[in-house]
């Protein structure tokens, strides 16, 4: 839907490639995500505190992201077309009116799970009645599109059910091996301080990423990765944040970016192309990094409020 309006509207190819495919990232950081899902489960984390710890970075990247195209067009206002109508902050109001139910119902769901008022298996089933209400009062409610969600969600539970059992064997498999805990000694008598560790990690997640899927890459490593992490004293719940936004930039890199070859699909526009359009977008991804690794209470803040309450 976007690429053909914002084309029509006179954007350029790059920016609207750009902004379509680094935004796409930012599903699996904002909750509820079902790679931190993947990743509680697998680690043994609290998913709640996982869904609160993505809260804040998100809308850092969503900042970070819109101050890139704001500067884009300050830097070059004919890169952005004119605006052809202007409408009051109530006329826009007004036009949002029919957003703000789905709103209410995002908050709810996010905001019961905050306030401790229901575990995240509940709070999913509330989202499941709220949104069949709100299905129903719009209008749009039927017995063939509800049969249709149920078929869908059952399908998506039996493959995470089915990846977890994958990653409880490998885990197990690991154990048996040893090699985790050779790994972790391995690091441990290197001894890399965490911010070298931090910058390994990122790269050796980054290339991963490149060739795989974001759940794979973390059903894969979580058993291996885990304890070196443990070992250089990582909050398992801040790193589980970090390697949530090194998989969005593994999503956007070339050749097997996940996000590159959807787009690609569907406009039939060469993948080097939109790579080069969402390399700022990874830029700002890995600037994220960084101010999470400068700043860990980016990620610790609303959970530890959560603990304390």
């Known amino acids: 839907m976007s690429v053909p309006e914002l084309t029509k509207r006179g954007y350029p190819e790059s ?27 697998a680690t043994e984390q609290s998913i ?78 509330l989202g499941v009645v709220l949104a069949t209400i709100l299905a129903w009062a719009s209008g749009s409610f039927s017995w063939a599109l509800f049969g249709a969600a149920v078929m869908s969600a059952t399908r998506t539970s039996c ?5 977890l059992l994958g990653a409880a064997f490998l885990s197990i498999s690991m154990g048996f091996t040893g090699l985790p ?15 070298a560790l931090l910058v390994a990690l990122t790269i050796f997640f980054i290339v991963l990423g ?13 058993s291996i990765i885990m304890p070196m992490v443990s070992a250089v004293g990582i909050d398992p719940l801040w790193f589980g944040i970090y390697l949530v936004i090194v998989v969005e930039m593994s999503q956007i890199t070339p050749p097997v970016g996940f996000n590159l070859f959807v787009i690609q699909g569907l406009t039939g526009i060469d993948i080097l192309r939109i790579a080069k359009a969402a390399f700022p977008f990874f830029l700002l991804l890995l600037l994220g990094v960084v101010l999470i690794c400068a700043f860990p209470q980016i990620v610790t803040y609303l959970p530890n409020l959560m603990a304390r309450s």
């Open 159 to 163: 493959m995470i059910a089915l990846i």
């Open 15 to 41: 920016l609207i490639l750009g902004t379509l495919a680094g935004s796409a990232t930012l599903g699996l950081l904002i909750p509820p995500s079902i790679i931190l899902i993947v990743y509680g489960v």
């Open 181 to 195: 805990r050779n790994l972790a000694a391995w690091i441990s008598d290197m001894n890399l301080s965490v911010p």
């Open 48 to 125: 709640a505190r996982l869904f609160v710890a993505g809260v804040l970075p998100g809308i850092m990247l969503i900042g970070l992201f819109a101050g890139y195209v704001a500067v884009r067009a300050w830097l070059n206002p004919n890169l952005i077309p004119a605006i052809e109508q202007k409408f009051s902050f109530k006329e826009k109001l007004m036009a949002s009116r029919r957003l703000l139910p789905v709103a209410l119902l995002i908050g709810g769901v996010i905001g019961s799970i905050y306030g401790g008022l229901a575990s995240p298996t509940d709070a999913a089933a």
């Open 210 to 222: 490149c060739f795989l899927d974001g759940i794979s890459v973390i059903v894969l490593t979580t």
